[in-house]
């Protein structure tokens, strides 16, 4: 009996241990090779890939890393941003601008859900100093493409207003 409980004990200790472990793992930024000019601000870009992360990163703990293909140049960078923008299967259709570290969008998206509430004009975030942030979300399933030796570049996603399905009243 004592030889049955170890062996049961050990399964649900391994079982536990496996479910609570995330795919994810992170790179550190120097992995990456930087390049402040790989996209312009606005843009046209489409997907390729997004390592998405662990959670929403509502806390901007670390960047999420988006393989793209510019549509000016036919150039392949990765882009790497703190928004979660909810990609979804099919989204490589679509048409997304770039918008660089420095736009004020991109600004307002590295802010943390306690940050944009307090935030009362977002013209102010123009003149503020930002932090680089040292991890790169990865999900090791996806090396075979995220393992790349692509330009990079820090922003963010923005949406195509062409692609944005609005939603008009009747009246």
Known sequence: MKEVTKIYFLSVLMLVLLSCGSNYKYWDISEFKMDNHALEDNEEIKLIYTSRGPDFNEDKDYYIHVVVVSQRTGDTINVLTTGDNGFKEGDGDKTFIFLNENNVMTRFMNLNAEERAATKNINELANKE????????????????????FPTIIGSIGFNVEDLELQVPNQ
């Open 130 to 149: 930002e932090q680089r942030l040292e991890k790169v979300a990865r999900d090791p399933n996806f090396d075979f493409i995220a393992d790349n030796d």
